[in-house]
């Protein structure tokens, strides 16, 4: 019976979510219950700790209901009443709501929790790929715009100005901090704010030149050239720059890695220190050379042509992938590195490979001499006829 007129209340009483539920909110922060800011649009859920009773019910007080808060702000709960929390944290919030609650329920204690976040629009102009406007939510920061914007350009700073529709202005620095891992100032979006990010000034480039493998097994990788503007901070070097960069991808050549300024260059790295502190100043540009991801195998094979890099393979398993060794294949197998030949201390068989490392397969002495085989057949011949016809 209980059951029975909780589902007719449920079903009367509760309002309705079809009205949201077709607002897909792909949340990817957790909100902050002290210093998440409630709005008109947010979707709140209200739960009776414990359950209700029949008497509470019969009130149209329920046990979970989902609510929107309304443009005036105002959060109309079944069974308890509206209270204003726009403006409000979610805990203080709640706690406005306990208060109302416990005129009417001296015993009754509720928790507010954010559903959803409310849907907001944003601008953002200057150097982005895609500047325009955005519909984004409550929970998105400065860089989710920036991402749906298609990132910075080529010559974009990483450091911008969030104008609000109150009048406000909050500094932009998409920059790593080294302390904390993520931007150094990434505020939360309002709604018709405004972002703007400017031509980038003491500018450091970055070039870079990758393979991007096909998902078809087979077809030829294509060469990728990306050219990025990173904005210099004082005494900045190669080190402190990667760190407010976010790092460097996990295929990076730091040996083949230079800095040019002028018609110099800089190592970037040592063999025997690592990292070198070498200073970078503005107008210097960075060539990120990558290691491509991939084993080039050559020669006396069916198939010559790129192979995927795997760790544990061998250079007999890259040769088989290659297709294997053709008939005119001899036993020498030499190993390139770095675009010279590289001459191992163990046995060929039993080599660790790197990224971008070559496999060339030598053909047999037979078939290198085809032609000169050929030429001193052609003499032979002609010397028996001539010796023939003399006779």
């Given amino acids: 019976m209980l059951l029975t007129i909780f589902i007719i209340l449920l079903q009367s009483v509760s309002p309705p979510v079809s009205d949201v539920s077709d607002i897909s909110v792909f949340v990817l922060e957790q909100a902050d219950r002290n210093s998440y800011v409630l709005g008109p649009g947010d979707i709140v859920t209200v739960v009776t700790e414990g359950g209700c009773t029949e008497s509470l019910l019969g ?60 849907m907001l629009r944003a601008s953002i102009r200057g150097m982005v790929n895609e500047p325009g406007t955005y ?63 400017d031509v980038c000034t003491d500018p450091v480039f970055l070039l870079r030149s990758d393979l991007e493998f096909p998902a078809i097994p087979g077809e030829i990788p294509e060469r990728i050239h990306s050219f990025e503007t990173w904005e210099l901070a004082p005494y900045d070097n190669f080190e402190s720059l990667v760190v407010r960069m976010g ?44 290691m491509s991801d991939s084993i080039i195998v050559a020669g006396a094979v069916s198939t010559p042509g790129s192979v995927a890099y795997r760790p544990e393979s061998t250079v007999l398993n890259y040769i088989v992938a290659a297709g294997g060794l053709l008939n005119e294949a001899g036993s020498d197998i030499s190993i390139f590195r770095n675009g010279k030949e590289f001459e191992p ?42 010796y023939a016809i003399s006779k």
């Fill in 59 to 118: 009130a149209g007080v329920l046990p979970l209901i989902s609510c929107r808060i309304g443009s005036d702000g105002y959060l109309s709960v079944s069974g308890i009443g509206a209270v204003d929390v726009d403006g409000l944290t979610i805990e203080q919030a709640q706690y406005v709501l306990q208060r109302t609650v416990t005129r009417f329920y001296p015993s009754l204690n509720i928790t507010l929790s954010l559903s959803e976040p409310r």
């Fill in 135 to 197: 519909i984004m939510t409550s929970l998105d920061r400065v860089s989710d715009l920036v991402m749906e914007a298609g990132g910075i350009s080529a010559y974009g700073s990483r450091i911008g100005k969030l104008h609000t529709a109150a009048g406000d202005t909050l500094e932009v620095d998409l920059h790593i901090s080294a302390g904390t891992g993520f931007h150094v100032a990434d505020p939360f979006l309002t709604n018709n704010s405004s972002v703007v990010f």
């Fill in 247 to 290: 790092g460097l991808p996990g295929n990076v050549n730091l040996s083949e890695t230079r800095i040019v300024r002028n018609s110099s260059y800089f190592p970037v790295w040592a063999d025997s220190s690592g990292i070198l502190q070498q200073l970078i100043l503005p107008g210097d540009t960075i060539l990120l050379v990558m």
């Fill in 345 to 386: 201390d163990i046995s060929v068989e039993d080599l660790t490979l790197f990224p971008g490392d070559g496999i060339n397969v030598g053909y047999n002495w037979f078939s290198r001499n085809r032609d000169l085989i050929s030429i001193f057949g052609t003499i032979v011949s002609i010397s028996v006829t001539v």
